[in-house]
């Protein structure tokens, strides 16, 4: 009697012990591009707007879509954004002394704003054919954060364009590193626009992407039409050379002098 219980017990925690249980694992959101993978899409991450927008830019766009308060955040992104290429304006603009520098603190938020204003209607349009959920005001808050996100990074690298605007003589060096500057910050508005595709605030890419070619020349467009930006204009009293010109003709005569 005891020898088969005994046996029989043993049987039994043999089949427990030989039964390992089958681990259970946890999908994990793994962060991206240095985002806290704990912030849900559909709420806004803790900070003020400059920090969401450099450390948790979904987050951003997450409550673009959600369009909460939407009047307000767009005012705020479009203020960051002029303020910001402002104090670029002013610190490439020292190149040509203080005077020029009092006309590119104006020229050049001025010169981001028109170019927003101007590709807004292209930007609806490209989004709402994608079949992205787009309505005016989305479309401008998108226009504003893409607008913000390129405006800080120049005025983070603004210390560096002052640096060699105050201690070179060479226009054509600082017109390429004004543009190189610039094409640094692309891509990070184009990191928002992928971020804004993640939480479902757009569909397909395609047409955003030939949107943004669009605003990239007309920006550069708009800089010639408020040239001259690094040097004082060539007739006295004026803040501006009214004559039309093409955006390649005006890099060319900046590089090479007057063609």
């Known amino acids: 009697m005891n020898d088969e219980t005994t046996t029989t017990t043993g049987d039994a925690i043999s089949q427990i012990v030989g039964q390992r249980p089958t681990p259970v694992l946890t999908p994990v959101n793994p962060a991206t591009d240095g985002e806290s993978a704990d912030i849900p899409d559909d709420e806004p991450a803790a900070g003020n707007l400059v920090e969401r927008l450099l450390k948790t830019p979904r987050a951003v766009a997450a409550a673009i879509l959600k369009g909460d308060n939407l009047p307000a955040e767009c005012g705020k992104l479009?203020?960051?954004a002029l303020v910001c290429?402002?104090?670029f304006g002013f610190a490439i603009g020292l190149f040509g002394g203080w005077e020029v520098a009092r006309l590119t603190v104006l020229k050049a938020p001025l010169i981001a704003l028109a170019?927003?204003?101007l590709c807004f209607p292209s930007l609806f349009v490209f989004t709402a054919v994608s079949g992205s959920p787009m309505t005016l005001g989305r479309a401008f808050a998108l226009g504003a954060t893409c607008l913000a996100m390129t405006g800080l990074i120049l005025v983070g690298l603004a210390p560096v364009a002052w640096l060699f605007a105050v201690s070179t003589e060479s226009l054509?060096?600082?017109v390429i590193m004004a543009l190189i500057i610039w094409c640094i910050s692309l891509p990070f508005a184009m990191r928002f626009l992928n971020r804004a595709q993640d939480v479902g605030l757009l569909n397909r890419q395609t047409g955003l992407?030939?949107?943004?070619?669009v605003f990239i020349a007309v920006m550069l467009q708009m800089t010639t039409v408020m040239r001259p930006i690094l040097t004082k204009p060539v007739e006295v009293g004026t803040w501006r050379e009214p004559a039309k010109m093409f955006f390649m003709k005006h890099f060319g005569e900046s590089m090479w002098g007057r063609m």
């Not at 992407?209 to 070619?213: A, E, G, I, L, T």
């Open 78 to 80: 479009l203020l960051t």
């Open 85 to 87: 290429y402002a104090v």
């Open 115 to 117: 170019s927003m204003l």
């Open 172 to 174: 054509p060096f600082v």
């Open 209 to 213: 992407n030939v949107w943004f070619v």
